[in-house]
């Protein structure tokens, strides 16, 4: 997630994924203000031989789904939490992607 202001959806996430029976960690990274760190979170997931699907939480900006992205052959879900506020702008920040992106 991109910043701790997003647990309560991330939560929301995890409890969706343990129903499945699929095991969930919660990150906070923000592409933005700590890409070095967001990367580094990236890497300890790569190579280990579990398959990984990343989630990526962020509200406004958005900008943490594009970065994991660009960054790995895992699949990237973007996920921003839908406010009042910005939920209508932060959902178009998800699914208009430049191209070249996966």
Not at 38 to 44: E, N
């Amino acid at each position: 997630m991109g910043s701790v202001s997003d647990l309560a959806h991330c939560e929301r996430i995890r409890s969706a994924c343990a129903a499945y029976g699929v095991p969930c960690s919660l990150r906070v990274s923000s592409a933005h203000k700590g890409p070095d760190e967001t990367l580094h979170i990236k890497a300890q997931y790569e190579g280990d031989g579990v398959p990984t699907v990343f989630v990526a939480v962020a509200g406004r900006s958005n900008g943490l789904g594009p970065v994991m992205s660009g960054n790995t052959m895992y699949p990237v879900i973007n996920c921003p939490p839908l406010t009042p506020d910005w939920g209508a702008q932060d959902v178009w920040s998800s699914l208009r992607m430049p191209v070249g992106h996966k």
